[in-house]
């Protein structure tokens, strides 16, 4: 099989799996998808500040996505009520333009076929310079749901985010199938002490690499 085929393949089993468990995420699909950007806080940042929740949505490090099965968001979510939030896996669920709901791609796939772990590593510290403004009086809670080899930390799959703490981590979703470059998605944050989930909706850019060049078929 060729480079590119097993590629394709890896993908193609990816968004399988992640539609076959979007009807367990528990979100109801949300028939107006396609509507107003949430504020920026930045060129690659999407904000959205509440009473309960500020929670930031990073693409830097997915607009260089190509041909992976995943692609990475730095999600910041900071806890603005007076009791603990429970963060698990599944209280962050992607929806494309067509209502299909993705939740975070296995740990074990990232790891295994998808190259980039440390390189978005890099990229999400320096971002860390950009979303740290509005949460400096917060005390920072560690998450990891994504750990590399390459690095000593082990795999987070949930957490308790007191109040006033915020956490920040690198988020893996599949590819979906509306595509991911110039379109608009969603990211939910839901958990079970809050009523309603937290929205952001952002657009991933799709960045030539310093030695690459522009694909003609490129949406």
Do not use: W
């Amino acid at each position: 099989m060729t480079r590119d085929g097993g590629t394709g393949a890896r993908r193609a089993a990816a968004l399988g799996a992640a539609l076959l468990l979007a009807g367990c995420v528990g979100l109801e699909r949300n028939p107006n998808v396609v509507g107003t950007f949430s504020d920026k806080l930045s060129p690659y940042n999407y904000k959205e500040e509440g009473e309960l929740v500020r929670m930031i949505v990073g693409v830097d490090a997915a607009r260089f996505i190509r041909k992976e099965a995943y692609f990475p968001l730095f999600v910041q979510v900071a806890n603005r009520t007076d009791h603990d939030f429970t963060v698990t896996r599944e209280s962050f669920t992607l929806e494309d333009r067509l209502g299909h709901q993705y939740p975070l791609a296995p740990a074990r796939d990232v790891l295994e076929n998808y190259p980039r772990l440390d390189l978005d590593r890099r990229l999400f510290r320096e971002n860390h310079a950009v979303t740290v403004n509005g949460v400096g009086v917060f005390t920072y809670s560690a998450s990891d749901f994504f750990p590399s080899s390459a690095r000593t930390a082990l795999r987070v799959d949930a957490l308790t985010l007191p109040p006033k703490s915020y956490m920040e981590d690198v988020l893996y979703f599949p590819i979906p199938e509306t595509g991911l470059n110039n379109v608009p998605l969603r990211l939910y944050f839901k958990v079970r002490e809050l009523n309603e989930a937290i929205v952001v909706v952002f657009e991933v850019p799709r960045t030539l690499g310093m030695f690459e060049k522009e694909d003609p078929e490129a949406p």
